[in-house]
């Protein structure tokens, strides 16, 4: 596989990417996210009935983002757009900030991010990791002032962020690079459909095989922070 500086690349990332830096994935076997179903902490409705629970649950999300470090695969990414610059985007479905910390530009948080905020109210976003937004209190919105803040999360049932970007990026690449996501999740799942139908070069770097597997026209199995630095490095010397 040749990598060349015009080449369109599109990597699609998920929570095992950040597995190595001590971030739960979502997927366990116990079912259970960090002790809690899903449907209890990431839908609208959850955080209708019972506000405090889900608030709790993201302030913990948000708290740990202050204790892991991006791993050697957040860093072989950076790598890689460092290389390509425009012709390089990463879409991740993951709300932590170790892509950012890993120096990545270009990328997008198609379910959003634990580093911000939004107004139920105006809608307005806010970026905030300050002490005082990250304790047990809700926080008021600092524009309206009238209404409280929620986290900046797309949860089941919800629209994910920037998609007419997204499917064009998709349908312009030439290679397509899933890691660490295990499929069941859409349309994050379906994008390697779209790329495959526009003649994409499909890889797949991931521990074990994820439902859509199939589509993939190289698969590499194994943990994404060992695999990933020596991949972008064999492909950018060939
Ligand atoms: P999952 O937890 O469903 O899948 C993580 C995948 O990473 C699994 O297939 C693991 O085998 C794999 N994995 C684990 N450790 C790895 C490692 N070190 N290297 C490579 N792969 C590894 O997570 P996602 O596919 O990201 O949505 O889940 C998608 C969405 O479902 C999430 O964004 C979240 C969730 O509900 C929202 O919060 C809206
Ligand atoms: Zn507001």
Same mark, same amino acid.
């Given at each position: 596989m040749r990598v060349g500086l015009d080449c369109k690349v599109v990597v699609l990332t998920g929570a095992g990417i950040s597995a190595e830096s001590g971030i739960k994935t979502f997927r366990a076997s116990d079912g259970l996210w960090e002790e809690h179903r899903i449907?209890?902490? !990431?839908? %609208?409705? !959850?955080?209708? $009935? /019972? %506000?405090?629970?889900?608030?709790?649950?993201?302030? $913990? #999300? #948000?708290?740990?983002?202050?204790e892991v470090e991006p791993n050697p695969a957040h860093r072989a990414l950076k790598r890689l757009e460092q290389y390509l610059g425009e012709n390089f985007l990463l879409i991740t479905q993951n709300v932590d900030?170790?892509?950012?910390? !890993?120096?990545?530009?270009?990328? &997008?948080?198609?379910? *959003?991010?634990l580093r911000r905020l939004r107004c139920e109210g105006c809608g307005e976003v806010f970026e905030m990791m300050d002490k005082a937004s990250l304790t047990? $209190? =809700?926080?008021? @919105?600092?524009? @309206? *002032? /009238?209404?409280?803040? #929620?986290?900046? &999360?797309?949860? =089941?049932?919800?629209?994910?962020?920037?998609? %007419?970007? &997204?499917?064009? !990026?998709?349908?312009? @690449?030439? =290679?397509f690079i899933t890691i660490g996501t295990s499929g069941h999740v859409t349309p994050a799942a379906d994008l390697i459909h779209i790329a495959k139908s526009c003649k994409a070069t499909c890889v797949g770097i991931n521990l074990e095989q994820p439902l859509n597997y199939d589509v993939h026209d190289i698969f590499h199995q194994g943990k994404a922070g060992e695999i990933l630095p020596q991949?972008?490095? $064999?492909?950018?010397?060939s």
């Open positions: 449907e209890d902490v !990431a839908t %609208p409705y !959850a955080w209708q $009935k /019972n %506000p405090q629970l889900v608030w709790d649950f993201y302030q $913990k #999300r #948000r708290s740990q983002l202050l900030d170790l892509h950012e910390r !890993a120096e990545s530009e270009n990328v &997008i948080h198609m379910h *959003g991010e047990e $209190k =809700f926080v008021e @919105c600092p524009s @309206c *002032g /009238n209404s409280r803040l #929620r986290p900046h &999360i797309v949860w =089941f049932h919800e629209m994910p962020l920037m998609m %007419p970007e &997204i499917y064009e !990026a998709v349908e312009n @690449c030439d =290679f991949l972008v490095e $064999k492909w950018l010397s």
